[in-house]
């Protein structure tokens, strides 16, 4: 039977996290820290607490480990302390701030070294469920051609 591993979640918010992730390392195949949040203006940006250092300390860990980091971006609105679905339904229906999201969450993840990225939109409206999809398939596009070349 082959090494089973395991994929976890790094919070920003607690040192236990981390310390946790640099002592089991070994056994994972992925980390998806919480490193980017959707801005007011729809556009993907890197949370204040993943600093450099920080993001930087993940990656040799993972790097000695063979783990791959994802890198998780949220609709969460640490201004509002809630989910924002209306920022990620202006981000699928407003075709300008879609592509510059794209393409500002790709420059993301290959600025940080990444393999890919973990979406945790939440709190979408019921009628949005096909503008995601398309979204969705937008995105994996753009991941996809970048990847291969």
Wanted: charged share 25%.
């Amino acid at each position: 039977m082959p090494k089973l591993k395991f994929n976890a979640w790094l919070t920003h918010w607690s040192d236990a996290s981390f310390d946790s992730f640099k002592a089991h390392a070994p056994l994972m195949a992925r980390v998806y820290p919480v490193w980017y949040t959707v801005g007011e203006g729809g556009m993907p940006q890197r949370r204040p607490e993943a600093t450099l250092l920080r993001r930087q300390a993940v990656l040799d860990v993972a790097k000695d480990a063979s783990c791959e980091v994802w890198p998780l971006i949220s609709n969460f609105s640490e201004k509002k302390q809630e989910w924002d679905g209306g920022i990620m339904r202006m981000v699928m229906g407003e075709r300008n701030v879609r592509k510059g999201h794209i393409l500002r969450l790709l420059a993301l993840v290959k600025e940080d070294g990444a393999q890919g990225v973990d979406l945790d939109y939440e709190a979408l409206f019921d009628e949005d469920g096909a503008p995601f999809s398309d979204f969705v398939d937008e995105l994996y596009a753009a991941f996809h051609a970048a990847s291969a070349s």
